[in-house]
């Protein structure tokens, strides 16, 4: 089927920057919008950014002018540049995507997948 696969994440130290990959793999035939969602200790899963298959970008209020969502349409691949890290941007980040995919009798459907997550620690 469709696999979604995070790297980047990583330790480093408050004002350092980091580079999250999630790279989708499998009978794809398009990609809609892909996002970026992120899930502290003790918090909900939030949306950080969403990026369209055009490459129209939105970003929560607390991560605007530090992280810039981006994404290569035929690598598959959406990236999040993260800069001026914080310590209160620690969290697990999961790539999200609504992707059309061919089933296996050749019809098209639509579903909504994640990645297994990548860590980000920041340190004060």
């Known amino acids: 089927q469709v696999q979604l696969v995070e790297s980047g994440g990583g330790l480093v130290q408050a004002g350092g920057s980091l580079r999250l990959s999630c790279a989708a793999s499998g009978s794809i035939f398009k990609i809609n919008a892909m996002g970026w969602y992120r899930r502290a200790p003790g918090k909900q899963r939030e949306l950080v950014a969403v990026?369209?298959?055009?490459?129209?970008?939105n970003y929560t209020d607390s991560v605007k002018g530090r992280f810039t969502a981006s994404r290569d349409n035929a690598k598959n691949t959406v990236y999040l540049q993260m800069n001026s890290l914080k310590p209160e941007d620690t969290a697990v980040y999961y790539c999200?995507?609504?992707?059309?995919?061919?089933?296996?009798?050749?019809?098209?459907?639509?579903?909504?997948?994640w990645g297994p997550g990548t860590q980000v620690t920041v340190s004060s």
């Open positions: 990026i369209t298959s055009g490459g129209s970008t």
């Open positions: 999200n995507a609504d992707i059309m995919v061919w089933s296996s009798s050749w019809t098209l459907y639509e579903n909504d997948y």
